[in-house]
């Protein structure tokens, strides 16, 4: 096997977003197109040769192909050992799980996360560092640069590796260990939660639940976690069979796009417990009987009964949520007396918190929760994490959620997304509200008075990097918020985030219905942004 380097030329916008470069499977598909960003990483991840790399993705469309050229571009590169799931599968949570146990240099994840797949949809590539996390902004502004001046790439010229046969195989000087993707995940689940008291729930006879995994990467995940180790009744998993377009649906756990499984709970036979993830598995969807719980109260529910389940016993050290995320964690992280912290939108911003022992959980409202146990939000994990409270606490999931609200108050919270607008639009929009921000501060809006507005910058308190323009807040006296962020993970023109949340210490007025409760908000929130004018949407297209 001969080592080829090829000529190529820099691809213009290979500039990776939220999480990672994700466009059409069309774009990844041109000649070179893979190859210049994977050459990037190669180039610039000095660790990586004579190392160890992890490999996987969340099985989609190209998931195959793009695996194949990423080993031979490896072993090409002098990558002395690659870890790469059966089937080129791993989730999200799995490869960050396996570069720490393993102590590997880092690992590239392919994935477009809750967008569509298939051969029109889309596809997505991100690289992982030793600690297990998406790369903080300084290493991926340097893949970047590379990208834009590269001028060749390097690939072995070899056969197709055989994916789904697990055992070890030699590319070039190269050793390609194809291994069981469930496997050191579901040990690592089983080390942190108590999985006799969730076997006894299940066994109880009182217990119903469903596990939906819109045909994605978390179905076998799922199934040996919850059918064969907490011996569910098989059936529990629904969707299960991943699939390459995730059976044409829209991989994202919301009230939006799992309809299905919402529809379960409902009603006076409804499931006491629904739940879902996403395309990769990071994302986790918690539903109670007739009850849906905001990823924001998720995050403030699971930080005050940590010390109720085996792995966060001793306590928490501190909490992180995104910018836009509400504040219900805040009032936890008070009550404990730990530290929170305030960080841009995107997992890799957690990272240093979780490594310097700062922090012990995180969360943000985009259906994302997590810990230290990895350096990646974590679907599966969120579900076993709640299914044990639900074991030990013997409540409903609406009765832990209202208890909470009783003793720190409601952050009622709702999120706006209008999708596929305009970009010269969204991005007027956003240059009228910065333009706006240093008047508001004292102004009445409705009924609400400005207490600050500014566009968040963050400082990272471990490394001191700084990062500017992460969205517009604008914070009321009486603790509600307005957030407007344009999203970086979208593939086709620009998506519109519109967060809003209020604070309500009255138990009596807990029950309201959140968008009910909201419009006084939502109405300042358009005026405010001329969000009619200048999307051209009157409406939002999904509310979560
Ligand atoms: C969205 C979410 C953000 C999340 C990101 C990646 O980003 O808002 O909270 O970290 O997706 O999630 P954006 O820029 O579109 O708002 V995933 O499940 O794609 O890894
Ligand atoms: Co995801």
């Known amino acids: 096997m001969e080592t080829q380097i090829i000529t190529t030329t820099p691809f213009d916008g290979q500039k990776p977003g939220t999480s990672g470069l994700r466009k059409k499977v069309k774009v990844f598909q041109q000649p070179h197109y893979l190859e210049n960003f994977v050459q990037a990483i190669f180039d610039t991840q000095a660790a990586l040769k004579g190392g160890i790399l992890v ?24 990558v002395r050992k690659i870890l790469v799931g059966r089937g080129g599968i791993f989730s999200t949570p799995a490869v960050s799980c396996v570069i720490r146990k393993y102590k590997t240099q880092g690992g590239i994840v392919l994935s477009a996360s809750h967008n569509p797949g298939g051969p029109d949809e889309d596809f997505g ?69 108590d999985f006799n008291a969730i076997h006894q729930l299940f066994n109880s006879g009182h217990f119903s639940m469903r596990f939906d995994a819109m045909h994605a990467v978390t179905g076998p995940y799922a199934v040996e976690i919850l059918e064969n180790r907490l011996g569910a009744m098989p059936g529990t998993v629904m969707n299960g069979e991943a699939k390459e377009d995730f059976g044409g649906g829209h991989p994202d756990p919301n009230l939006a796009h799992a309809k299905e499984l919402v ?31 905001t990823p924001s109260d998720s995050l403030a529910v699971l930080a005050a009964n940590a010390h109720q389940t085996p792995g ?39 990272g240093n918190l979780l490594d310097a022992g700062r922090i012990t959980l995180c969360g943000e409202e985009s259906f994302g929760t997590g810990s230290d146990h990895v350096r990646e939000k974590d679907g599966l994990w969120a579900v076993l994490f709640w299914l044990n409270l639900l074991a030990v606490r013997q409540q409903s999931v609406a009765e832990i959620v209202t208890d909470h609200w009783r003793r720190f108050g409601r952050n009622f919270y709702t999120r706006h997304d209008y999708e596929g607008v305009d970009l010269a639009g969204a991005e007027g929009l956003m240059d009228h ?112």
């Open 263 to 293: 529809a379960l709970t409902q009603g006076v036979n409804g499931l006491d417990f629904g739940a879902a993830s996403d395309g990769d598995g990071d994302r986790n969807m918690i539903l109670g009987k007739n009850f849906f719980v």
């Open 55 to 78: 490999v996987g993705g969340d099985g989609r469309y190209f998931n195959r192909e793009a695996i194949q050229i990423i080993l031979r571009m490896a072993a090409a590169n002098g």
């Open 312 to 350: 966060y016993a001793s306590g928490i050290r501190g909490i992180a949520r995104s910018m836009p995320t509400s504040q219900a964690a805040n009032r936890v992280a008070d009550f404990l007396g730990v530290e929170c912290f305030e960080t841009p939108t995107g997992w890799k911003f957690f």
């Open 125 to 193: 590539i991100k690289f992982n560092a030793a600690n297990g996390g998406p790369a903080p902004e300084s290493v991926t502004d340097a893949i970047y640069a590379r990208t834009c001046t590269i001028d060749r790439y390097l690939t072995l010229d070899a056969p197709v590796i055989d994916l789904d046969k697990l055992g070890t195989l030699q590319l070039g000087e190269t050793a390609v260990e194809v291994m069981d993707p469930v496997k050191d995940y579901a040990d690592l689940m089983e080390s942190l939660f």
């Open 433 to 544: 509200l910065r333009i706006l921000l240093s008047e508001l501060p004292g102004k009445t809006l409705g009924d609400q008075i400005v207490s600050y507005a500014d566009d968040f910058a963050y400082t990272d308190p471990i490394d001191g990097s700084r990062s500017e323009r992460q969205g517009i807040r604008i914070g009321f006296e009486s603790g509600a918020r307005i957030v407007y962020r344009l999203s970086g993970t979208g593939t086709a023109g620009a998506t519109l985030r519109v967060y809003l949340e209020y604070f309500e210490p009255d138990p009596a007025r807990h029950q309201q219905d959140t968008q009910a409760a909201m419009q006084p908000l939502v109405l300042i929130a358009r005026e405010l942004a001329q969000i009619e004018t200048r999307t051209q949407r009157s409406e939002p297209d999904v509310i979560t």
